[in-house]
């Protein structure tokens, strides 16, 4: 049994029949696109009409907000053909658009209105609906009750006397409940409005008519004002528009720890802003242009953190450096939710190496089934080797459907028998496992037989990795916790490459496979200087160590002859200054700070010069103040240098004496 109008009956009214009872959520991406292909087809519209507003409503964040009903998503498409698939452009425009079909033309075109005894105009219809979206939001309510709603509207009478002599106030409360198509009750005595989206367009107007600025713009901190501000700009007038931006930058200005989100919100109201005095202009986008567009992770969480008002900002992909683009994606994929789609899928068209993996990664925050089909399907068919981090069944399932996939990253608690069902034994070449409290024997990982790369993070149960033995897996990565033995990894014959990860992990150098040629190490490594044995070394990372290297150990290092990538940090090359101990066959060189998380002193250009005379490349993170380059300049292997985070400019760096044949690279780049 279905009803439109659930307040026509009592909460559980057929409970004691063992009926349940269930309100449909709003409509889905697939519901719309479903919704909008029928309604074509039941109306028999025009050719090309259906494919142009499937298109239309996913690029759209003003479209896809207001489609989450039948009645909104049927109005979209009555408004589309009417106009011959040609939509207003900007939200002010559709949404007046909107309204007028719904309040008055919707009832006249089907001559409803003239056999009613009240009859409103469109304004008048307004007016109403104005003082009582007003209230709701000045009282941080999303419903109010008839006794409220009566008082709002009597209130209103007073000043229009013309629509007083139509009827009393109960019965105008009732017309604008059935006919307007924007009120509607709930539960019996309850009013509020059928969509959020229209409360907020027509409290603003109302804010607007009252000049009640300095109200929206005390409010801007909370998220359920953002759209009130931003249509308050699009009814008011030009000086009205520029106390409120003005405002808002004020706000910002006096708050550092808000700054960013007064200043985006400021930026993000330009768009409703047709008129507006051009200083005014320049300041808002100066103040965004510090902001936007993200440059690094830090930059990007910390716009994800601002909210959904961030979203209509973010430009891209065209004319964006790589580290930008991975940012920018990351900050939308963070924020999550329908609104962040249509970005992520233009970015998802231009799938690069720094924008597939925030895109593959946070599957979790959309529609699994829109979202599969839109950034995880095209991730899968590309040629990229990126994993799909999948949380749940109902993705681990999409995956299956999509016909198997060869890196997966499974976050949560799987169990053996769901990653065996789903037949991915083909497919599968590398595997992630994180946070996984259910699997506790790895023996089941002999089923798939192309599984080359194996990662544990999180998975206490894990206490042997010896049924890896007779695997294919040559890349083990794991925390080097003391329940493993890492004896037991000599019976990995195939195994090439051990990351042992985290700082307070343990290991015992002299038992490691001595077939290995790449290792990383956790924070204590006994017998260091036994690494000696492991001839077939080509990269080695010794950053997490606690301690700094032995001079024995270093000399075991430089005797590795095949030994070409180095990670190290700072407080162990300051080590290896005392010991005279030189590498000159290692040819790129990564340099973390001490703490591995925190800001490096100055980085001791002199001392790599000195120990690594034959690198090319050198990569340093978060290089404290002092840093010079100027001892760099001798090398005359090298090629490029990478700075993560310095505190200082390339000048201040003197980046310049290396001369032109080496790239100097500084993420997050300066602002202009």
Known sequence: MVTSRPSAVGDGWLRAEGFAELSLAPMSPRDVARFISRWHAAAQAEPGLEEALLDAV?????????????????????????????????????????????????????????????????????????????????NGRAEMDHAEAHDVLGRA????????????????????????????????????????????????????????????IDNAHLDQWEDVLRMAVAHARARERATLLRGLLARGDADPRRRARFHLLAMACLEHATQLDPEVRTEVEQRAASLIPPRDEDEARALADI????????????????????????????????????????????????????????????????????????????????????????????????????????????????????????????????????????????????????QLVGCPGVRDVAPLAGTSVTRLVMPAHTAISVRELNALTALRVLLLQ??????????????????????????????????????????????????AAWRAVAGLDKLRYLCVNQAQLRALSTTGVALPQVTSLQIFPDGIHGQGDGLPAAEVARAFPGINFLNAARPGPGTDLTPLAGLPALRRVDLYQPVQSAEEMHADALGPQVEVSITPRPRE
């Open 58 to 138: 996913p690029a759209s964040q003003d479209l896809a907000r207001l489609a989450t009903n039948p009645l909104m998503s049927g109005l979209i498409c009555a408004l589309h053909r009417e106009r011959r698939g040609h939509l207003p452009r900007g939200r002010k425009a559709l949404y007046d658009a909107a309204l007028s079909m719904l309040l008055e033309r919707r009832d006249r075109e089907r001559d409803i209105a003239a056999r009613g005894s009240i009859d409103l105009d469109e304004e008048s219809v307004r007016e109403l609906l104005q003082k009582l979206a007003y209230w709701l939001i000045r």
């Open 157 to 216: 009478l007073k000043l229009m006397p013309r629509v007083a002599e139509q009827g009393p106030v109960d019965s105008l409360l009732r017309f604008l409940l059935e006919r307007s198509g924007l009120l509607r009750e709930p539960v019996p005595g309850t009013v509020d409005f059928l969509h959020r989206t229209f409360q907020d367009y027509l409290g603003a107007a109302e804010a607007v008519e009252e000049r009640d600025f300095d109200l929206l």
């Open 307 to 454: 909210g959904p008002v961030v979203l209509p900002l973010l430009p891209g992909p065209e004319g964006l450096q790589d580290d930008e683009a991975h940012a920018v994606t990351l900050t939308a994929a963070r924020i999550g939710g329908e609104a962040a789609l249509p970005l992520l899928t233009r970015y998802c068209a231009e799938l690069g190496p720094r924008t597939v993996l925030p895109l593959s990664g946070n599957w979790h925050r959309f529609d699994t089934v829109e979202y599969g089909e839109r950034i995880i399907r095209p991730i899968m068919d590309s040629d990229f080797n990126a994993f799909v981090t999948v949380s749940d069944r109902e993705q681990l399932d999409f995956v299956r459907q999509a016909g198997g996939y060869h890196s997966l990253m499974l976050d949560g608690d799987f169990t053996e028998r769901e990653l065996t069902e789903v037949q991915f034994t083909d497919t599968l070449t590398h595997l992630s496992l994180w946070n996984n409290n259910r699997i506790d024997d790895l023996g089941f990982l002999r089923r798939f037989r192309r599984l080359d790369r194996l």
């Open 502 to 551: 985290g700082e307070h992990g343990s290991c015992d150098v002299s038992a490691l496979p001595s077939g290995l040629n790449n290792l990383g190490l956790p924070g204590s490594a006994h017998q260091l200087e036994a690494v000696g044995r492991l001839t077939e070394l080509d990269s080695l990372s010794l950053h997490f160590l606690a301690e700094p290297p032995t001079p």
